[in-house]
């Protein structure tokens, strides 16, 4: 809104005078015109209403804590089914004058889908012969997760407009987004000032800043009673639920500068809620609370394929569940498995459980296919759009691919049958026609690896992998597979480069007694070639079979990566099931270290139940999803993709470990459900340590967003969410 009036703004210097005046002082119509460098014709922060916004064309509108720029909320768009959907608001045009200039900004940001969206601030007006334009103010392209300013220091409104309307729209994607701190100020002003607007608390007159009036009018609110609900919330500035003595000195120490932020009334009983985990056992972690393998223990997943994108590892695995007979656990059956599992961490310590990816079978993907076994995957820009691959074995004998436009799908099957096939030229005699690895070069150009298996008496020379280049749609091969030969092959194809060479890595046959190379049986060995496709030359063992460093021993299934200018191993192993107490041989993912000679070789790689280190903080203020932890007690995991949800019951808990919480955090939300009613503790230090906020989620079927203060919370803590009854958990954040 543009504020009009003869009476120009109070300084800091005449603070000390006005906290005289008495309240006649200042006619109950008077407001304050700001300086020009600072006027406002309006600044919607959302933190209680849409400030007039409303949807354009399809969609659904609500007010989102999630993920906020400023204050506690941003106002989401979400369900759009066209790029020019979103959100607009009109403009009024008693402030807003045909062919004058004004400074236009606002905030946008998405949580899902491609990388980078591209975004437009735009107006619609009619013309003087009636006809409707459209002009864009402002564009900018904003990464994920990321809040990006679309904003424009001058934009001259068109001569002859009329019914103008801004808005806010996608170039070519129809996702949710976000608005938040949206302004227009006059030309040449820079829409802020010495203490700017952040929740719309102490601001009671609504200019965007917080001065001497705003504390004049909250003690006549307080005295007389506030006329404007909005403005006894902004007076409220602990939050308390009441304007009292309290906030006018909160308010009066933040403009003389004696404070620069307002406290925040904790109105939660701690001792009551306490009192609500009396009876709620902890469930069991079978993970130590030093160790950081395996990398989730909420599910079994083996057959580890690694793919970077985007500052964050994505692992796909082989779905290794339990089997029970009569209610007894059996040794696990390959041939029962047609799911493959997602995680994936951009600090490789805490890990985000994707769900399953139902890949084969009747209710799958590829109908054609029986099963899904070793999943590798990479990411590729195809006609000028990136796009996503998964590559996974149909039991012993093929491969499949998968194609999506986001890292963890949805996936598609793109050519309705097997890439590779006992048809294929040189496979029909590959023993095992599985385990693919594959590789995008540094030109684009994709090549996969495969194959596996000893033909009766070729121990030492199995022949049986094989390399191919793909098209450049990734989605059919060129040429005819070439033979690798492998000393000792046994399965496990591996592909990476380093310093323009090209590795080629596999696991080792286990009758490899008096070998000349020195490797031993169901160990990670690799080879080196000038060329993508060979030929290889043998080098060395990288790491040994698991057995070595776990006890139980088995097959070795591996993928070398780099991430963050540091390579690492990831491996299965059976630690997990035997800390569970249990037999069978059902697998989970490991990582450790790698270091890489300077003159190519590998350094044999040690398998340990710590792992490795968390690569950097995590971050709070953004929304994570809840299905993100390091370690946890009863948890499972429904959904798939970007929507997995956490399921919890009575004493289910999960630690998200090295969260940054700054100096600042003063509130959590987050967006759950509980057919029953379920509180949440949040604590720090162990599942059972010290409480610093509950949520009380009411009983109910919708998900909804709940936020609550915190208390004591700053610098870096590992989390802990424990709950006293069954919940569904989406997603969390602190403010």
């Avoid at 009876?279 to 997943?301: D, H």
């Avoid at 093929?398 to 793109?414: F, H, K, Y």
Wanted: with cysteine.
């Amino acid at each position: 809104m543009k504020i009009s009036s003869n009476v120009k703004k109070l300084t800091t210097a005449a603070l000390a005078g006005a906290m005289l005046f008495t309240q006649s002082a200042f006619p109950a119509d008077v407001a304050i015109e700001a300086n020009a460098e600072d006027s406002y014709y309006y600044y919607d922060t959302f933190e209680d209403s849409s400030d007039n916004w409303e949807v354009r064309g399809s969609g659904e509108l609500t007010l989102s804590g999630r993920h906020p720029y400023a204050g506690t909320n941003a106002l989401l768009i979400k369900d759009r089914t066209s790029a020019w959907q979103g959100l607009q608001k009109t403009l009024d045009t008693s402030y807003f004058i045909p062919g004058q200039s004004y400074s236009f900004s606002i905030h946008v940001d998405y949580e899902e889908g491609e990388s980078q969206q591209t975004f437009l601030l735009s107006l619609q007006y009619t013309d003087s012969t009636g006809t409707v334009n459209y002009a864009h103010i402002a564009q900018g392209t904003a990464s994920r997760g990321q809040w990006m300013e679309l904003s424009n220091p001058s934009f001259q409104l068109p001569d002859d407009a009329s019914d103008m309307v801004l808005y806010v729209e996608t170039v070519d994607v129809t996702g949710n987004f976000y608005i938040d701190e949206a302004k227009v100020v006059s030309v040449g002003g820079s829409g802020s000032s010495s203490k700017p607007k952040r929740d719309g608390r102490g601001d009671v007159n609504f200019d965007g800043d917080i001065d001497v009036m705003d504390l004049v009018l909250a003690k006549r609110g307080l005295m007389k009673g506030f006329e404007d609900s909005n403005a006894e919330k902004a007076a409220d500035v602990d939050k308390s639920g009441e304007v009292n003595n309290d906030d006018i000195s909160a308010l009066q120490d933040y403009i003389m500068g004696k404070i620069d932020k307002f406290p925040t009334v904790f109105k939660m009983d701690l001792t009551e809620m306490a009192g609500k985990f009396g009876s709620v056992n902890l469930a069991t972690c079978y993970k130590k609370s030093g160790e950081n393998n395996p990398l989730i223990s909420q599910y079994f997943g083996a057959d580890p394929g690694v793919m970077e994108y985007n500052g964050r590892v994505y692992i796909f695995m082989t779905d290794d569940h339990l089997l029970y007979s009569n209610g007894q656990l059996k040794d696990i059956e390959y041939g029962t498995i047609n799911c493959l599992r997602c995680i994936s961490s951009d600090d490789l310590v805490n890990w985000t459980d994707h769900g399953l990816i139902n890949a084969a079978g009747s209710n799958g993907l590829c109908k054609w296919g029986g099963n899904s076994w070793a999943p590798t995957a990479c990411h590729k820009k195809v006609n000028g759009k990136e796009k996503f691959f998964l590559y996974f074995a149909n039991g012993g004998n093929g491969i499949a691919v998968l194609e999506a436009d986001s890292p963890t799908g949805p996936w598609r099957d793109p050519i309705g049958k097997a890439l590779i096939s006992r048809q294929t030229p040189n496979c029909g005699n590959v023993e095992w026609l599985f385990d693919p690895a594959v590789l995008v070069d540094d030109d684009g150009t994709g090549y996969l690896y495969f194959g596996g298996g000893v033909p009766s008496g070729q121990n030492a020379h199995p022949k049986t992998a094989r390399c191919v280049k793909l098209s450049d749609n990734m989605t059919s091969i060129v040429g005819t597979p070439q033979s690798i030969d492998a000393p000792y092959l046994f399965e496990d194809s591996g592909i990476h480069k380093f310093n323009g060479k090209y590795y080629y890595s596999y696991c080792s046959n286990f009758s490899t007694n008096g070998n000349p190379y020195g490797l031993t049986g169901g160990a990670i060995n690799y080879m080196v070639s000038d060329s993508p496709l060979g030929p290889f030359t043998y080098k060395g063992e990288a790491f040994k079979g698991i057995g070595v460093f776990f006890g139980t021993g088995g097959n070795n299934h591996h993928t070398f990566f780099k991430f963050n200018n540091q390579w690492y191993l990831t491996y299965h192993a059976q630690y997990l099931q035997d800390s569970m107490g249990l037999k069978g041989g059902y697998r989970s993912t490991h990582i450790d270290k790698v270091t890489i000679n300077s003159d190519g070789t590998i350094q044999a790689v040690t398998g340990t139940k710590k792992g490795v280190s968390q690569v950097k903080s995590f971050d709070p203020y953004k929304t994570q999803r809840a299905a993100t932890f390091s370690h946890q007690g009863g948890i499972t995991i429904s959904g798939s993709g970007a929507s997995s949800l956490v399921q919890a019951k009575k004493g289910s808990w999960y630690r998200v470990q090295g969260v940054d919480c700054g100096s600042d955090a003063q509130n959590l939300t987050i967006k759950a459900s509980s057919s029953t009613g379920c509180i949440v503790k949040v604590c720090t230090g162990s599942a059972s340590g010290k409480a610093v906020t509950y949520v009380e989620i009411p009983a109910g079927s919708s998900m909804q967003e709940i936020t609550v203060p915190v208390v004591d919370l700053s610098g870096k803590n590992d989390l802990y969410f424990v709950f006293n009854n069954n919940a569904s958990v989406d997603s969390w954040s602190l403010s």
